[in-house]
């Protein structure tokens, strides 16, 4: 079975733009959460989706958006792109409702560079 | 805030030594997971601990969650190669209705050979 994921793989914008990454999970996986990652420290949690419905929210600006589609798969959205968003993100898929609640199987990330 | 802490930050040992990291939360957590991140890789799922006290093998590492449930450690025996990366612990956290995921900033494992 394939595993979860991302796209695209790298992604370069410049302060201002806007992106959208997708992530689609592990086939009968029904939730999604994104995590910002930046180099030397552990994944930040931004959102958890289950069911289409946003369960968690982490401590980001609201120029942080998701969603999720009926399929489960995900888009996450930045709009003004700072500098400071510049990261590794995150999808990662589970079979739990909550964050936190399962393992978190991780797909291989999209690096976003902002100049 | 609810915090997930992890010590050491870095730690390198001569292949063949024993390697231990310790994480600590602010508050009693539900169950602690364990993730191995290799370098320029995405992080990987070990193991998930549940109850108090609990201890879990696998292979070379054993996992300990606290009587507490607000510590948890990886203990890693005889070290080889194929150990190098970061290792993150990381806990369910809450305010409210609203839990996320906290992860550990992560302690770096390098091993000499």
Same mark, same amino acid.
């Given at each position: 079975?394939?595993?979860? @994921?991302?796209?695209?793989?790298?992604?370069? =914008?410049?302060?201002? %733009?806007?992106? #959208?990454?997708?992530?689609?999970?592990?086939?009968?996986? =029904? *939730?999604? *959460?994104?995590? &910002? &990652?930046?180099?030397?420290?552990?994944?930040?949690? !931004?959102? %958890?989706?289950?069911?289409?419905?946003?369960?968690?929210?982490?401590?980001?600006?609201?120029?942080?958006?998701?969603?999720?589609?009926? +399929?489960?798969?995900?888009?996450? +959205?930045?709009?003004?792109?700072?500098?400071?968003?510049?990261?590794?993100?995150?999808?990662?898929?589970?079979?739990?409702? @909550?964050s936190g609640g399962a393992a978190q199987y991780f797909g291989p990330g999209t690096r976003l560079t902002v100049l | 805030g609810q915090q997930v802490m &992890?010590?050491? &930050?870095? %730690?390198?040992?001569?292949?063949?030594?024993?390697? @231990?990291?310790?994480?600590?939360?602010?508050? #009693?957590?539900? +169950?602690?997971?364990?993730?191995?991140?290799?370098?320029?890789?995405?992080?990987?799922?070990? !193991?998930?601990?549940?109850?108090?006290?609990?201890?879990?093998? %696998? =292979?070379?590492l054993t996992f300990q969650f606290g009587e507490a449930k607000k510590n948890s450690s990886l203990h890693i025996t005889a070290t080889q190669t194929t150990d190098v990366g #970061?290792?993150?612990?990381?806990?369910? @956290?809450?305010?409210?209705?609203?839990?996320?995921? #906290?992860?550990?900033?992560?302690?770096?494992?390098?091993? +000499?050979?």
């Amino acid at each position: 079975d394939a595993g979860v @994921t991302q796209s695209p793989t790298h992604l370069i =914008k410049t302060r201002g %733009q806007h992106v #959208t990454l997708r992530c689609s999970p592990i086939s009968g996986h =029904k *939730s999604v *959460s994104w995590y &910002q &990652q930046v180099l030397g420290q552990g994944p930040q949690f !931004i959102f %958890q989706y289950y069911e289409k419905e946003e369960r968690g929210r982490g401590n980001f600006p609201d120029r942080f958006s998701a969603r999720q589609f009926p +399929n489960y798969s995900s888009e996450l +959205n930045v709009n003004a792109l700072l500098l400071g968003d510049s990261a590794l993100y995150l999808c990662a898929s589970s079979s739990a409702g @909550t964050s936190g609640g399962a393992a978190q199987y991780f797909g291989p990330g999209t690096r976003l560079t902002v100049l | 805030g609810q915090q997930v802490m &992890q010590i050491p &930050q870095y %730690q390198h040992v001569q292949e063949g030594e024993d390697f @231990t990291t310790y994480c600590n939360s602010s508050t #009693t957590l539900s +169950n602690i997971q364990w993730y191995k991140q290799r370098p320029g890789g995405h992080p990987v799922f070990l !193991i998930q601990l549940v109850k108090s006290g609990e201890v879990k093998k %696998q =292979k070379r590492l054993t996992f300990q969650f606290g009587e507490a449930k607000k510590n948890s450690s990886l203990h890693i025996t005889a070290t080889q190669t194929t150990d190098v990366g #970061t290792y993150f612990c990381a806990g369910p @956290t809450s305010g409210g209705s609203n839990y996320k995921l #906290t992860f550990g900033k992560g302690t770096l494992l390098t091993v +000499n050979p």
